[in-house]
């Protein structure tokens, strides 16, 4: 039987930027709902590491694709064909939509000209996808965590390897081509600065996140701690010297591979005051009333319950205690589909919470004095922010 969906072909003339882009955004809006293809009539050695680093950005890996030469019997079985610059060079044959998108090459260009050409691309990309009917993918819980885990387990086995630190903007992409040292940095361990310093090499390489929480927590000698979505280990660590011998830091994290080189790094920098443990962040392997603080780097994102997330932080926090998380946020005016087109799970971006949203749920959970604030964007209308909330002295029975 034949396969009953849509097959979409993308083409330019190296398959190294433009088409690969293309073919990334419509695997991650559709899915399995569409076939996608992409090839070049002069394909290059290897797809462009600025488009790479650009697509990270939005928490998309392009990475392991390789450029293809297009060839006649690619173009004949594809329901749409989709041009980018090959011109006369691509056939097309008859009862085929044909489209041809004008846009600027992104060879040779820097990190900013290869943003606004991907934009480009994620919009008409969201355009066709409406043409041909096919939404896009809605995955379950299960699903997103699935997916969330995969990524986050490959990024462990990857910076445990890696003698410096990662070069990736986003888990996929680490420790991926990348662009120059010039590359506005969105995601990863550049946003920690000299507090780099403090930790192993092991802990930095998988550093995913999107800001520094521990900066921004003030937290004191003597506090316990937790860390939502633990990872490599970086927050924990940093925060086990910000506590103290008196103090005691939780790290909790669903990836048995980050689990792992969570503990060797604190082996490694000889810290004792930390325990990582196993779990979601939907349901903690914790006590109530147990820590004074709860951090987080860019993980309440990607929980498929932020609902559930929030009310278990509130239930671990002792009363008076407080929320100092780092996280993708977008602005009020996003739609749950807008911010799908702007990238993944897995890149922080398609399940962010818009600002009031979050605050309300901060305010369901119980939580007061909530504030949430932009630091830097980091997609369009998307941005880092840094999310604080208290947890009330005397709490009422809900």
Not at 151 to 180: D, E, I, L, M, V
Not at 203 to 213: D, E, I, R, T
Not at 269 to 287: C, Q, S, W
Not at 379 to 386: L, Q, R, Y
Request: charge should be negative; glycine fraction near 10%.
């Amino acid at each position: 039987m034949s396969d009953p969906r849509p097959s979409v072909l993308f083409v330019c003339v190296h398959n190294a930027g433009r088409s690969q882009m293309a073919a990334g955004f419509l695997r991650a809006l559709a899915g399995d709902k569409v076939e996608v293809r992409s090839a070049g009539s002069a394909p290059a050695d290897q797809v462009n590491p600025v488009a790479v680093a650009a697509m990270a950005e939005v928490g998309i890996d392009i990475a392991d694709q390789h450029p293809t030469v297009l060839t006649a019997g690619m173009s004949r079985v594809s329901d749409v064909v989709v041009t980018m610059g090959c011109g006369d060079v691509c056939p097309t044959f008859p009862g085929q939509r044909h489209e041809d998108w004008q846009l600027s090459d992104p060879a040779g260009q820097g990190i900013e000209t290869v943003r606004a050409i991907r934009d480009q691309i994620r919009d008409r990309v969201g355009t066709l996808l409406d043409d041909l009917g096919v939404g896009t993918q809605d995955a379950s819980a299960d699903d997103v965590r699935a997916v969330v885990r995969e990524h986050y387990a490959k990024a462990a086995t990857r910076g445990s390897q890696q003698p410096s630190g990662c070069c990736g903007p986003a888990p996929s992409s680490c420790c991926g081509p990348s662009a120059s040292s010039a590359t506005k940095q969105v995601f990863g361990a550049s946003l920690y600065g000299s507090d780099l310093g403090l930790v192993p090499v092991g802990a930095s390489n998988v550093s995913l996140g999107c800001g520094n929480p521990v900066a921004v927590a003030e937290l004191n000698p003597g506090q316990r701690v937790l860390d939502l979505g633990s990872g490599g280990g970086i927050d924990v660590l940093l925060s086990a010297r910000r506590v103290g011998p008196e103090g005691f830091v939780y790290g909790v994290d669903m990836t048995d591979e980050m689990l792992d080189l969570a503990r060797k790094n604190a082996t490694d920098a000889g810290v004792t005051n930390v325990e990582f443990r196993k779990g979601t962040i939907e349901d903690l392997p914790l006590d109530d009333a147990c820590v004074d603080v709860v951090i987080s780097n860019c993980v309440v994102n990607l929980s498929p319950d932020k609902a559930a997330v929030l009310a278990e932080v509130f239930r671990v926090l002792r009363p008076g205690g407080r929320v100092g998380i780092s996280d993708v946020v977008a602005e009020d005016h996003l739609s749950p589909a807008q911010r799908a087109e702007r990238g993944e799970y897995t890149g922080c971006i398609a399940g962010a919470l818009s600002r009031i949203e979050y605050l309300d749920l901060l305010a369901a959970a119980g939580f007061t004095d909530a504030s949430v604030t932009f630091t830097h964007e980091v997609a369009d209308a998307m941005h880092g922010a840094i999310v604080k909330a208290t947890k009330p002295q005397i709490t009422s029975s809900r």
